[in-house]
């Protein structure tokens, strides 16, 4: 069986597991779990209404098993109920909106620190013992020991309330029209500035090391001497052959770090109160939104399977010793 359908079909069972395991831990409480979730709105809601509610989350009040076929039903159509904190919006419009602003800053805070830290980790290691791999690794590496929120806090106090360089909070100034015109991208970007300064310096001595690391003990490897021996130029045997194959590791971290943007950035979005997925999932908790945390949950697991599975084709792409060995099954 291919590579990548053995993938597919693992992670297709660990989405299975997730989901499952999120249908029954809410109907482990004691009690209803309906009456449960909408006691905030015992006061508002008709008893007609409750039971609509019910039907939208499989809380039929049948047998468990017809419960448990409703919710797949209702997740399969990307149905999460209506959101307690929000109410009577729906889980999935309250997501919708989170999504694009956590997808804007994770992946740009997580796309600049992975192409600037594995290019000066490979410049490090290509100039072993220079000015750069003595001062740039011990720096990043001091930097990354602090937290993200400490560095955001750190800059919204003096790039944002001493200087006022820099907004303060939110994703965009508000008044502005949302829309793919110029005034409201340019705020736009101007307040990704320091959360995505905040999260890209805490993780460059992770990327640095990694691919420095990596990269020393590739420039061992007898290719790379037989490459200076054809007369490669350098340039080519950095790109081409030592980095090529260095940052491979590095590849399978990205991966991870992009299905944790979902929940690795709840502190920072938290700091500048970035409408993001962290933001709400810290605005449920507090508010005991339950359908807008399961949900949230189950994003969160979905989200890393996914990254994972890309991370798996990437792989197949890069490197011809996967596409080899599943060449040898066959």
Same mark, same amino acid.
């Given at each position: 069986?291919?590579?990548?359908?053995?993938?597919?079909?693992?992670?297709?069972?660990?989405?299975?597991?997730?989901?499952?395991?999120?249908?029954?831990?809410?109907?482990?409480?004691?009690?209803?779990?309906?009456?449960?979730?909408?006691?905030?709105?015992?006061?508002?809601?008709?008893?007609?209404?409750?039971?609509?509610?019910?039907?939208?989350?499989?809380?039929?009040?049948?047998?468990?098993?017809?419960?448990?076929?409703?919710?797949?039903?209702?997740?399969?159509?990307?149905?999460?109920?209506?959101?307690?904190?929000?109410?009577?919006?729906?889980?999935?419009?309250?997501?919708?909106?989170?999504?694009?602003?956590?997808?804007?800053?994770?992946?740009?805070?997580?796309?600049?620190?992975?192409?600037?830290?594995?290019?000066?980790?490979?410049?490090?290691?290509?100039?072993?013992?220079?000015?750069?791999?003595?001062?740039?690794?011990?720096?990043?590496?001091?930097?990354?020991?602090?937290?993200?929120?400490?560095?955001?806090?750190?800059?919204?106090?003096?790039?944002?309330?001493?200087?006022?360089?820099?907004?303060?909070?939110?994703?965009?100034?508000?008044?502005?029209? #949302?829309?793919?015109? $110029?005034?409201?991208?340019?705020? /736009? +970007?101007?307040?990704?500035? %320091?959360?995505?300064?905040?999260? !890209? *310096?805490?993780?460059?001595?992770?990327?640095?090391?990694?691919?420095?690391?990596?990269?020393?003990?590739?420039?061992?490897?007898?290719?790379?001497?037989?490459?200076?021996?054809?007369?490669?130029?350098?340039?080519?045997?950095?790109?081409?052959?030592?980095?090529?194959?260095?940052?491979?590791?590095?590849?399978?971290?990205?991966?991870?770090?992009?299905?944790?943007?979902?929940?690795?950035?709840?502190?920072?979005?938290?700091?500048?109160?970035?409408?993001?997925?962290?933001?709400?999932?810290?605005?449920?908790?507090?508010?005991?939104?339950?359908?807008?945390? #399961?949900?949230?949950? $189950?994003?969160?697991?979905?989200? /890393? +399977?996914?990254?994972?599975? %890309?991370?798996?084709?990437?792989? !197949? *792409?890069?490197?011809?010793?996967?596409?080899?060995?599943?060449?040898?099954?066959?």
């Amino acid at each position: 069986m291919p590579f990548l359908v053995r993938r597919l079909l693992f992670y297709a069972v660990a989405a299975w597991a997730a989901i499952t395991v999120n249908f029954f831990l809410p109907r482990t409480m004691p009690g209803d779990p309906a009456t449960s979730l909408f006691a905030k709105q015992a006061g508002l809601l008709q008893p007609a209404q409750l039971e609509s509610l019910k039907k939208a989350y499989g809380l039929t009040g049948g047998s468990m098993w017809s419960q448990y076929l409703t919710y797949l039903a209702n997740v399969g159509r990307g149905r999460f109920g209506v959101s307690l904190s929000q109410f009577p919006v729906s889980v999935t419009t309250v997501i919708e909106q989170g999504l694009v602003w956590t997808l804007i800053l994770g992946l740009a805070g997580l796309f600049l620190g992975f192409a600037i830290g594995t290019s000066l980790g490979a410049l490090c290691a290509w100039r072993r013992g220079g000015l750069l791999d003595s001062v740039l690794p011990t720096l990043f590496m001091f930097i990354g020991s602090f937290p993200y929120f400490f560095l955001a806090l750190l800059a919204v106090y003096v790039l944002g309330v001493k200087t006022g360089w820099f907004p303060q909070s939110y994703a965009y100034e508000f008044g502005l029209t #949302q829309g793919w015109n $110029l005034p409201f991208v340019r705020s /736009v +970007l101007w307040h990704l500035v %320091l959360p995505v300064t905040s999260i !890209v *310096l805490v993780s460059l001595g992770h990327w640095l090391m990694s691919m420095r690391n990596t990269m020393i003990a590739v420039l061992a490897e007898d290719y790379l001497t037989m490459a200076e021996a054809k007369g490669l130029a350098q340039w080519q045997i950095l790109l081409r052959y030592a980095a090529r194959n260095a940052i491979l590791p590095s590849v399978t971290a990205l991966g991870l770090g992009i299905g944790f943007i979902f929940s690795g950035q709840i502190l920072t979005e938290i700091v500048f109160a970035y409408p993001g997925l962290g933001y709400l999932l810290f605005q449920s908790v507090t508010s005991l939104d339950y359908p807008l945390m #399961q949900a949230l949950f $189950l994003m969160i697991t979905l989200g /890393v +399977l996914l990254a994972n599975f %890309l991370i798996d084709f990437v792989y !197949v *792409l890069i490197d011809p010793r996967t596409r080899g060995a599943q060449a040898q099954r066959v």
